[in-house]
């Protein structure tokens, strides 16, 4: 795989990961590569604050994306890991430095939008519009071709899968926006738990990349990423990256520059979504530091070029 100049690999890691217990023993020849992934907007930008910051707004707001994500870099540079860096496009026109220096420290540019709306309140053509504007921004600043995308608040589902073909026909490779669990904003729990590829009606596809779950009774639970690693405790997450590792699947680890930020200023909105934002915040870098440390990430770019190759061998031998 390729990983930039700024990451060098760290062969120890795949003995230490089993050792800490990761993989069982049986699998301890073949320790999974998971996926690490970080989606680059600012504490104003997020869904819970919608119905109180309008997007007029945002620039009257004290940016602190800047310094949290170069801190971000600090980290994974720290325990030399590859990330893919789902950039708001409202940010790489303000930030066009922030989104090279990303480049430059060998991670992985994908999309996250432009003005971080959910898929499914979009038409199709105003869907296509904020995407393009989006990826022309992110791939000007960092001068390298965007395939990623991830929708706002995960909003790709049963009733917005038209958003997948828009996708494909403006260069994406992947996608990684549908959650297969239920959940009071996003969802689609009747989708696969893990990579697979969506037939599209112009006969091409896209790979589907989900966010992670563990299956317990018979319902599928979001693990290890954004509130889940923050609001959960951290056995439960090495418990469900356990999980999804003896089934032989990557872990999918999500999270935003806001969540390594405490001291982040403070906006007014439901109590719900206040505990959603704020709760766990000052535990966050400390449990990404566990995780950096016992398991192996790579670039989701990675990911799919490898897992289209193996698709396309065992099709080969069928």
């Not at 893919?84 to 220096?101: D, M, N, S």
Request: hydrophobic share 40%.
């Amino acid at each position: 795989m390729t990983q930039g100049p700024a990451i060098e690999a760290q062969p120890s890691r795949d003995k230490e990961a089993t050792e800490r217990g990761s993989v069982s023993a049986q699998d301890a020849a073949t320790v999974v590569c998971d996926l690490l992934s970080i989606d680059v907007e600012d504490y104003f930008h997020v869904e819970a604050f919608a119905g109180t910051v309008s997007r007029s707004e945002w620039p009257g707001f004290q940016s602190r994306v800047r310094r949290n994500t170069e801190r971000i870099l600090e980290l994974l540079a720290e325990y030399k890991v590859p990330a893919t860096f789902f950039v708001l496009g409202w940010v790489a026109e303000r930030e066009p430095a922030l989104v090279r220096a990303i480049a430059e420290a060998g991670h992985e540019l994908a999309c996250h939008s432009h003005l971080h709306r959910r898929v499914f309140t979009l038409a199709p053509e105003e869907f296509r519009e904020d995407l393009c504007r989006a990826k022309g921004a992110i791939e000007h600043a960092g001068g390298m071709p965007v395939y990623g995308f991830r929708a706002p608040t995960f909003s790709i589902g049963r009733n917005s899968l038209w958003a997948l073909q828009v996708l494909a026909e403006e260069g994406f490779l992947y996608d990684s926006s549908i959650f297969p669990i239920r959940h009071d904003l996003y969802g689609m729990p009747e989708a696969p738990r893990f990579t697979w590829e969506h037939a599209l009606p112009d006969g091409g596809s896209i790979v589907e990349v989900p966010p992670s779950t563990v299956r317990l009774f018979r319902t599928n639970l979001g693990v290890a990423g954004g509130g889940y690693l923050r609001h959960l405790p951290m056995w439960y997450t090495h418990y469900g990256m356990r999980r999804i590792h003896q089934e032989r699947q990557p872990a999918n680890v999500y999270f935003h520059p806001w969540e390594l930020d405490p001291d982040q200023p403070r906006i007014g909105a439901s109590w719900k979504s206040s505990l959603r934002h704020y709760r766990g915040l000052e535990k966050m870098e400390p449990r990404l530091r566990r995780l950096l440390a016992r398991n192996r990430f790579g670039r989701m770019i990675d990911h799919v070029r490898e897992w289209r190759q193996r698709e396309a061998q065992q099709a080969r031998t069928r």
